[in-house]
């Protein structure tokens, strides 16, 4: 899980590169929580089928050779070994068998987890039958295989049987035979009844060697699925140790074929630290090779002053997919930069609020104070009535009493509209204090007064707010704007916003005679 989640010091953020950035893995959670307990009980049992048998058949073996002849052994062990190579070659690949059935049971599982992560989605749009077909499809694949292997297994088990038992028993009472009808060299002749008691002895002997020989061949099937979960669990790290150097495997849409977005891709730029972002040529690129922009240079200035009231420096309109890609790559490292170089301050200066805020399992302090603990509040020397004063300024701070206090736990997704989520969000931001925030249509659902005092309040603790929306209402907080045009084009040019929405009214009125006409 250290590796999966990654270490806060070095930023590497492996579980969110594997599921957006690399098209290796699907189904980590299956492989985590599945696959690596398989892969560590088959482990933990191998010694146990291993080392007593092994040890068992060379004891036996020894006592049987000094008592029918080294000939005789030698002779038992071609015998069985060749039996064993013929039973080797038609086992079929266990290990291949079950490291599939760990995939598609993951990929079973994945498809569930999905049912229930968006139901009343599905519910709204009356998707039962479609995702009955999906979860049926998987079921469907799974079966097949299980009774695929099962059969295998079945006429596998039934050819190791008459070998080991029927066979390899025939040859071991050949061999046991030999001192009671034939006279061996360097041993004395024996009467009857010692031949006999000679001949139980041996068979004794014989019959503990095969069933301790027979578990060791046994375990030849669980060697074999665990090599199957050794592949599984070795992709997995693999993968992650290719993921932390920055070697992705995604499939490429058809245009990151071409000449020049070939060439694009194949470039690397610079990421610097710095107190200000500046991007200077540098390509937005998606993590499937589509190329967005080609070159993209623009300069955001921390706290410049539009007028006495806002601080706010920068906005982008437009393409939200543009904006997003460059926003991530601006607050994290998640995206390679294929060219040009990137200024940027480090990500702890960042904090982003998306559209659909994530609100984490736990309390409500947890909600407002994430990713900190309560330890880590009282460390900073802020209380719960600071904590309330920072969900009064949402205008939230009802909330508290209405659920039952700080502590109360909830799944706040449900408890919480979405315009109640977006507010918690913002006194989370208001809460951490950051530099920059990067706000993904961040009011959407707040009343448009609501939306003014957050964005006044913000810029009242110089926080400095970087706005991918399509609102006009928000120009008015923005000193700068970045306008895509849909075909990789932009514009980077101060933000005049009086005029701007004159423009925009004048275009709607535009837009309204044509349609009466």
């Not at 696959?35 to 560590?40: A, K, T, V």
């Not at 080991?164 to 006279?183: E, Y």
């Not at 300024?393 to 109640?420: C, F, K, N, P």
Request: charged residues 20%; contains cysteine; glycine residues 8%.
């Amino acid at each position: 899980m250290g590796q999966y989640l990654g270490n806060d010091k070095e930023n590497d953020k492996i579980f969110y590169k594997l599921a957006n950035l690399d098209d290796r893995i699907q189904n980590p959670d299956q492989m985590i929580t599945h696959d690596i307990q398989r892969f560590s009980a088959h482990l933990a049992a191998i010694y146990s089928n291993l080392a007593k048998p092994t040890l068992d058949v060379i004891l036996y073996n020894y006592q049987l050779s000094r008592n029918v002849g080294a000939e005789g052994l030698v002779l038992l062990t071609i015998l069985v070994q060749s039996s064993a190579a013929l039973l080797r070659a038609l086992t079929p690949h266990f290990g291949a068998y079950a490291a599939l059935s760990a995939q598609l049971s993951g990929s079973l599982r994945h498809t569930h987890s999905r049912l229930s992560e968006f139901s009343e989605e599905i519910a709204f749009f009356g998707g039962e039958e479609t995702e009955k077909l999906l979860l049926e499809r998987e079921y469907a694949g799974l079966m097949m295989h299980e009774n695929m292997v099962l059969g295998k297994r079945w006429w596998h088990g039934c050819v190791e049987e008459g070998i080991v038992k029927w066979l390899w028993g025939s040859f071991g009472l050949c061999i046991c035979a030999i001192p009671v009808f034939f006279k061996l060299p360097g041993v004395h002749s024996l009467d009857l009844g010692s031949r006999t008691e000679g001949f139980v002895t041996n068979r004794r002997l014989l019959l503990s060697s095969s069933d301790a020989f027979g578990r060791v061949l046994y375990s030849y099937k669980d060697l074999s699925e665990l090599a199957g979960y050794t592949a599984r669990v070795s992709m997995l790290l693999d993968t992650m140790a290719d993921v932390r150097k920055g070697k992705f495997e995604k499939a490429l849409v058809s245009s990151a074929s071409t000449e020049e977005n070939a060439k694009i891709l194949k470039g690397r730029g610079e990421i610097l630290e710095s107190e200000e972002i500046q991007f200077e040529n540098v390509p937005i690129v998606t993590p499937n090779g589509d190329v967005l922009v080609k070159s993209l240079s623009f300069y955001v200035k921390p706290g410049v002053v539009v007028n006495p009231r806002y601080s706010v420096s920068w906005a982008a309109f437009g393409l939200s997919t543009v904006s997003a890609m460059m926003t991530t790559c601006v607050t994290r490292r998640f995206i390679s930069n294929v060219g040009g170089i990137v200024r940027k301050p480090p990500a702890s200066q960042f904090i982003l609020i998306p559209q659909r805020p994530y609100l984490s399992l736990g309390t409500l302090r947890d909600q407002v104070i994430y990713p900190h603990s309560k330890a880590d509040m009282e460390e900073r020397g802020i209380t719960d009535t600071e904590l309330l004063a920072v969900l009064s300024v949402v205008q939230m701070d009802h909330i508290v009493e209405r659920e039952g206090g700080w502590d109360v736990a909830r799944e706040w997704r449900e408890a919480l509209s979405g315009g109640d989520q977006q507010k918690i969000a913002w006194a989370r931001l208001f809460y951490h204090k950051p530099k920059y925030a990067v706000l993904d249509e961040a009011t959407s659902l707040v009343p448009p007064e609501m939306e003014g005092m957050m964005m006044q309040h913000a810029t009242e603790l110089g926080i400095t707010l970087l706005t991918v929306s399509h609102r006009p209402s928000l120009w008015k907080y923005h000193s700068m704007i970045l306008q895509y045009d849909g075909q990789g084009g932009y514009v980077f040019t101060k933000l005049d916003a009086e005029k701007r929405l004159a423009l925009q009214q004048e275009k709607e009125m535009l837009e309204a005679k044509l349609l009466e006409v």
